[in-house]
């Protein structure tokens, strides 16, 4: 599985957008880009995955690059609740497993 | 719907004694399975991952089996604990191009 890289902290106001970036400079054609998050002593929640094309869903958008080697998980209006780790990974859809980095510790701030 | 139960929320354990902990999937077959542990403030580690019943397949050597005896269960196990087993436990299953999907996990402290 392509490694990823991503910022160790970010910090966003209440109410505004949040903007995790991820760089997947080595992501090949057949993997996909999926984020995951880590509140406090809870499992980690999926969000959203994609391929090439931009993805929204009720949690969040995925904006993804057109050369595939980076991507941006944005949270439209983030509160409080949104304070968590962000992971992004890459794997192929018929890969037996996901592989975990740092990710990037969000603190939304009231 | 798709659920995942795993148990116990949280486990004290001394040294030296056996581990078992059980992950179910409701809704779903033939799911792929997987054991992460999270140490103290750091990052998921995959232990274990199963793609069928009685398949496992270990990430990495260390104190701790699995086991598949059902589709959609999946078990933990240890003979004698150590003090560097302490962590939290992370059963998820995954089917497809759908996402993971974890448990809410066990709190395993060896004492």
Known sequence: DAKTTQPPSMDCAEGRAANLPCNHST???NE?????????SQGPQYIIHGLKNNETNEMASLIITE??????????????RDTAVYYCIVRE???SRLTFGEGTQLTVNP | SQ???QWPATLVQPVGSPLSLECTVEGTSNPNLYWYRQ??????QLLFYSVGIGQISSEVPQNLSASRPQDRQFILS????LLSDSGFYLCAWSWTS?????????RLTVV
Request: aromatic share 12%; hydrophobic share 35%.
């Open chain 1, 27 to 29: 992501i090949s054609g």
């Open chain 1, 32 to 40: 996909y880009v999926y984020w995951y998050r880590q509140i406090h």
């Open chain 1, 67 to 80: 050369d595939r080697k980076s991507s941006t998980l944005i949270l439209p209006h983030a509160t409080l």
């Open chain 1, 93 to 95: 859809t018929s890969g």
């Open chain 2, 3 to 5: 659920t995942i139960h």
């Open chain 2, 39 to 44: 140490a103290a403030g750091r990052g998921l």
């Open chain 2, 78 to 81: 240890s003979k004698k604990l």
């Open chain 2, 98 to 106: 759908l996402g993971t999907f974890f448990g809410q996990g066990t």
